[in-house]
């Protein structure tokens, strides 16, 4: 069954510093992966998506994904992180076994500082 | 603004009681899903419907259901609610019945049981 692991609950960075939020995907067929952000008492916002085309995606915000495949990962990366990037971010997979929905990762809270 | 409409926001009611939560997809969007959001369990998926029909059930106790309405807005019945049903409680819309390109979500009614 696809299933996605985010490594880390709480990343912290400073403003202007490199993010970086890791996401790993365990699937048996090629995989359809996303990343979504949460702000506080918001719901989720889709920031960018896979689907077997480019394996660097760019998403809103400044924020992009590489999918590797030997190394079964998705992980999410700005450059320099402004403050307004603090939030929470989770990546999912599409799930594949008899019907098509999304199955999302635990969430990396990201805590950005000045 | 999403497009995808959930209401009530807020509900705060007692153990034993029953309420409704309503979605209302973005316009054109025939898939509707709803999924549970808490601290201990993260984003967990209930139940899919699309153009009135259930198409797959997660992890949706017996004492809830759902359905969604010709007019293709969705209510998610919770009965018999015990505490740890307190949660976000998150409705999402796609186009078609396949997630491929991802969903879009409500901003959530925050479910209070004491």
């Known amino acids: 069954a696809q299933s996605v692991t985010q490594l880390g609950s709480h990343v912290s960075v400073s403003e202007g510093a490199l993010v970086l939020l890791r996401c790993n995907y365990s699937?048996?067929?090629?995989?359809?992966l996303f990343w979504y952000v949460q702000y506080p008492n918001q719901g989720l916002q889709l920031l960018l998506k896979?689907?077997?085309?480019?394996?660097l995606v760019k998403g809103i915000n400044g924020f992009e994904a590489e999918f590797k495949k030997s190394e079964t990962s998705f992980h999410l990366t700005k450059p320099s992180a402004h403050m307004s990037d603090a939030a929470e971010y989770f990546c999912?997979?599409?799930?594949?076994?008899?019907?098509?929905?999304?199955?999302f990762g635990k969430g990396t809270m990201l805590l950005v500082s000045p | 603004d999403s497009g995808v409409t959930q209401t009530p926001k807020h509900l705060i009611t007692a153990t034993g009681q029953r309420v409704t939560l309503r979605c209302s997809p973005r316009?054109?969007?025939?898939?509707v899903y709803w999924y549970q959001q808490s601290l201990d369990q993260g984003l967990q998926f209930l139940i899919h419907?699309?153009?009135?029909?259930?198409?797959a059930k997660g992890n949706i106790l017996e004492r809830f259901s759902a359905q969604q309405f010709p007019d293709l807005h969705s209510e998610l019945n919770l009965s018999s609610l015990e505490l740890g049903d307190s949660a976000l409680y998150f409705c999402?819309?796609?186009?078609?019945?396949?997630?491929?390109?991802?969903?879009?979500f409500g901003s959530g009614t925050r479910l209070t049981v004491v």
């Open positions: 999402a819309s796609s186009p078609r019945e396949a997630a491929n390109y991802g969903y879009t």
């Open positions: 699937s048996s067929v090629p995989p359809y």
């Open positions: 896979y689907t077997s085309a480019a394996t």
């Open positions: 999912a997979v599409r799930v594949d076994s008899g019907y098509s929905t999304l199955t």
């Open positions: 316009s054109g969007d025939l898939s």
């Open positions: 419907y699309y153009n009135g029909e259930e198409r």
